[in-house]
């Protein structure tokens, strides 16, 4: 689904380089893809955390995961977005989900 996810935001904005990664256990792993553009000559990353609500990943293992990149790729400079959450577009998103049955 993440994938999918981030092909379709890359058909929408051809002029970003939209990768997709996971933090445990399925491939590609956060260190993976940030090492991958890393190698292209990435000198940008921007983090968006596919999460709805607030937890341990993204309190404890994002900031660690991206504080090991920055050591390991000082050249690049890693953003991290808030995450999806209680954006306004999510409830537009229930609504129609609501409304469509």
């Keep these: 689904a993440v994938g999918r996810l981030a092909e379709r935001v890359q058909a929408k904005r051809p ?13 590609p792993s956060v260190p993976t893809v940030i090492a991958e553009c890393a190698a292209q000559g990435t000198k940008e990353i921007v983090v968006q955390p596919f999460f709805l609500a607030d937890g341990r990943h993204l309190t404890e293992t994002i900031p660690e995961l991206v504080s090991e990149a920055c050591q390991q790729h000082p050249e690049i400079t890693i953003h991290v977005t808030p995450h999806l959450g209680e954006h306004e577009a999510l409830v537009d998103i229930v609504l129609d989900r609501i409304e469509s049955t």
């Design 15 to 27: 002029d970003l380089d939209v990768r997709w990664a996971h933090m445990e256990i399925a491939p």
